[in-house]
């Protein structure tokens, strides 16, 4: 059981907008910035988002993140074919020392 | 261009040892914390351990404390992760990665490719 709280699922169609929710809790979410990473098929995790709303170099703007409280959102527009992937948050967690929590992770199917 | 590229990996018994090294280029290792990250076949992700720059600070995740040990070489550019008593549920793929500072916050902003560990008799 993860200690942020991502759907196991989304989908959606070429052109489409989806989002993906990420719920925590006062220790992590609550006080601390959410990252986003993307893990394509058989390949290693990659950041997508970080600082609750960054992109990276390179990561198009179709890609937006956004925190209110203890949850977090990954809103991704004009959805294409090769945004089929799984995607994770991650935050700090201020209790027992400190330490990263991701979610679960989400699986994107683009139909 | 960073890379990160780890190995070390293998088919291990439970109760044995093995040692992973994740080696850095492209970018001055000595000036970043890195972390461990794994995941188990089919499933999430799951931190492992972090240790920071100068070696100054460690954390492990519960699931490993006790049994793992992160360390680190400034002047080889490598980093290492010492796992005994291993159980068959530490069973992953193991990823390096290094963490990125911005201000206040922190991210893992670049992976290895990871290294397969298979605990099973």
């Known amino acids: 059981q993860s200690v942020l709280t991502q759907p196991p699922s989304a989908s959606g169609t070429p052109g489409q907008r989806v989002t993906i929710s990420c719920s925590g809790s006062?220790?992590?979410?609550?006080?601390?910035?959410v990252n986003w990473y993307q893990q394509l098929p058989g390949t290693a995790p990659k950041l997508l988002i970080y600082?609750?709303?960054q992109r990276p170099s390179g990561v198009p703007d179709r890609f937006s993140g956004s925190k209110s409280g203890t949850s977090a959102s990954l809103a991704i527009s004009g959805l294409q074919s090769e945004d089929e992937a799984d995607y994770y948050c991650?935050?700090?967690?201020?209790?027992?020392?400190?330490?990263?929590?991701f979610g679960g992770g989400t699986k994107l199917t683009v139909l | 261009e960073v890379q990160l590229v780890e190995s070390g990996g293998g088919l291990v018994q439970p109760g044995g040892s093995l040692r992973l090294s994740c080696a850095a280029s492209?970018?001055?290792?000595?000036?970043?914390?890195m972390n461990w990250v794994r995941q188990a076949p089919g499933k999430g992700l799951e931190w492992v351990s972090y240790?920071?720059?100068?070696?100054?600070?460690?954390y492990y995740a519960d699931s490993v404390k006790g049994r793992f040990t992160i360390s680190r070489d400034n002047a080889k550019n490598s980093l290492y992760l010492q796992m005994n008593s291993l159980r068959d549920e530490d069973t992953a793929v193991y990823y390096c990665?290094?963490?990125?500072?911005?201000?206040?916050?922190?991210?893992?902003?670049?992976w290895g490719q990871g290294t397969l560990v298979t605990v099973s008799s």
């Open positions: 991650a935050a700090w967690d201020d209790s027992l020392n400190g330490h990263w929590v």
């Open positions: 240790i920071s720059s100068s070696s100054s600070t460690i």
């Open positions: 990665a290094r963490d990125g500072v911005v201000g206040a916050t922190s991210h893992f902003d670049y």
């Open positions: 600082s609750n709303n």
């Open positions: 492209g970018f001055t290792f000595s000036s970043y914390s």
């Open positions: 006062s220790s992590n979410i609550g006080s601390n910035t």
